[in-house]
């Protein structure tokens, strides 16, 4: 991205005083981004880069013939990676851990808002295999296509080339952030005030984690949250529990921190963090999204409902997220596309071979303003008939 940058030799001249700010500030711009956090960045006090890490360099593949929306639209592909086993203690990953979220985020310059697609994590792929490399999914999830794609050197490539496949959207820059450093910042700022929608429970005994209702969350804590998917509804009604999160960290933001306080909370960050945005896109990122209010983050699951199977390339039976082609066609062309460049559902390379005896949740949305003022609580129910 390359607007808002007037005034750059300036800037250089002081971004090169401290490079220990560098990384500093671009957490605050990420969050910033992804969470409408509208903070006095020191920008002039950065110096450097970030670095690639293990993502590697990004070089998605995309269709020509598909109106990728030009200037108007910013998009960032926002991973949090999780390096730690599964409950059952495997590691299909091979240590290179699974996307355990999933956030794209589109930027309209010309309005001004943002809209935000949480991707289950356990959302159904199909056979996802590369002969050459060897490397398969034994869980047809898409949250192991970044660590066991063909892409081995690059592995944003692997998860930026399946998004691109599946929902045919052009991924410009990316984040990929260490699930465990959320829990490191909010222990660092003390915790956070948060709504619990919906108790918590363990998903083995059964014991009540966190109850229903507002809790100083801490970083432990935050943890159990962020990550529990013992509900009816799995992994999708977790992505609704990680709004309140999202909103909460906003809020503390917005209404508690100074400069000092972003400074120590995001210090301790930075090392969980890779990207490929270098400086003058994270200062064009600040330009833009300092005008960006709560009420203009639009945040929406994609449609889709509880599909059990066997992959291909697995021995264990999954539970696993199909996704409805139809409305997930429909959902990217009302919010993440021109109004006159729509996407047909025949071009997203969405498995239709599945079922849904659930039924299918298809979420209206909403924005993290709502999620603020305590809307949004009500589960959205299934509107679909089982299958």
């Given at each position: 991205m390359n607007e808002n940058q007037t005034g750059a030799s300036g800037i250089w001249q002081r971004i090169r005083q401290a490079a220990t700010w560098k990384k500093v500030v671009a957490v605050v711009l990420v969050v910033v981004l992804i969470l409408a956090v509208a903070v006095g960045c020191v920008y002039k006090d950065v110096g450097g880069i970030f670095d690639t890490g293990e993502a590697g360099k990004l070089n998605q593949i995309t269709d020509e013939d598909i109106e990728a929306g030009g200037a108007r639209f910013y998009n960032l592909l926002l991973l949090g990676i999780d390096y730690d086993a599964d409950d059952s203690g495997r590691d299909y990953a091979e240590g290179k851990g699974n996307t355990d979220?999933?956030?794209?985020?589109?930027?309209?310059?010309?309005?001004?808002?943002?809209?935000?697609?949480?991707?289950?994590?356990?959302?159904?792929?199909?056979?996802?295999?590369?002969?050459?490399?060897?490397?398969?999914?034994?869980?047809?999830?898409?949250?192991?296509?970044?660590?066991?794609?063909?892409?081995?050197?690059?592995?944003?490539?692997?998860?930026?080339?399946?998004?691109?496949?599946?929902?045919?959207?052009?991924?410009?820059?990316?984040?990929?952030?260490?699930?465990?450093?959320?829990?490191?910042?909010?222990?660092?700022?003390?915790?956070?005030?948060?709504?619990?929608?919906?108790?918590?429970?363990?998903?083995?005994?059964?014991?009540?984690?966190?109850?229903?209702?507002?809790?100083?969350i801490s970083g432990d804590t935050a943890e159990v949250i962020l990550r529990n998917r013992n509900y009816a509804q799995a992994d999708y009604k977790r992505l609704e529990t990680q709004q309140y999160f999202y909103a909460a960290l906003v809020r503390t933001f917005l209404q508690e921190y100074d400069l000092a306080d972003y400074y120590k909370a995001c210090k301790n960050v930075a090392y969980y963090i890779n990207t490929d945005l270098d400086l003058t896109e994270i200062y064009g990122l600040y330009a833009t999204m300092t005008k960006v209010n709560p009420s203009d983050i639009y945040i929406v699951r994609l449609p889709g409902g509880g599909y059990d199977y066997t992959p291909a390339f697995g021995s264990a039976s999954q539970s696993g997220y199909a996704l409805d082609r139809d409305a997930v066609a429909t959902l990217l062309n009302e919010h993440f596309r021109e109004a006159d460049h729509p996407v047909e559902a025949d071009k997203l390379d969405i498995p239709t071979d599945v079922e849904w005896p659930y039924g299918v949740t298809n979420d209206p949305g909403k924005t993290l303003g709502d999620v603020n003022s305590g809307g949004g609580t009500e589960e959205t129910p299934a509107e679909t008939p089982a299958a």
């Open positions: 979220v999933i956030l794209y985020v589109q930027v309209n310059r010309d309005t001004g808002k943002v809209n935000v697609l949480q991707i289950p994590r356990d959302s159904y792929i199909g056979d996802y295999i590369d002969e050459a490399k060897g490397c398969t999914s034994p869980t047809g999830k898409i949250n192991s296509v970044y660590a066991l794609g063909p892409d081995q050197d690059n592995l944003i490539n692997n998860i930026a080339n399946k998004i691109y496949e599946m929902f045919k959207l052009p991924v410009d820059n990316y984040v990929t952030i260490d699930m465990n450093a959320f829990k490191t910042m909010l222990n660092v700022m003390g915790g956070i005030t948060m709504y619990v929608p919906w108790d918590i429970t363990d998903k083995t005994t059964g014991e009540l984690l966190v109850p229903q209702g507002t809790h100083q």
